[in-house]
């Protein structure tokens, strides 16, 4: 997907893409609003260290999404990631914008 760095609304996840993938493979938009909503917070490093932010998302990745769309409905999982059928999935790569100063770079893989 090339060098993302300087894109406009540059995220971790595309949730355009992320949402279209979902869709096709049969969730609701209910479902997918909810998934994306909790992924997005799973990502975000206000009040923790980047590592915890890191194994919330892959904990989202690798096991799925419980979402409850209606109150008193039972909690369903949405699974980001078809294990079974790996053609189901859409998956991109951008390229990884390192940091340039060697401290913070340490500091970053230390947390």
Not at 8 to 22: A, C, H, P, T
Not at 63 to 87: C, F, I, K, M, R
Not at 95 to 100: A, D, K, M, P
Request: net charge neutral; glycine share 8%; with cysteine.
């Amino acid at each position: 997907m090339g060098e993302w760095s300087k894109r406009e609304g540059n995220r971790f996840i595309v949730q355009g893409l992320l949402r279209s993938s979902l869709q096709k493979r049969g969730y609701s938009d209910a479902h997918v609003s909810q998934a994306l909503h909790k992924l997005q917070a799973a990502g975000d490093v206000t009040g923790v260290t980047t590592c915890q932010a890191n194994m919330r998302t892959y904990q989202l990745l690798r096991y799925g999404v419980p979402v409850q769309v209606a109150a008193g409905a039972t909690h369903e999982t949405v699974h980001l990631v078809d294990s079974e059928n790996l053609d189901a999935n859409d998956f991109g790569l951008a390229e990884v914008v390192t940091l340039s100063d060697a401290k913070k770079r340490a500091q970053t893989l230390n947390e």
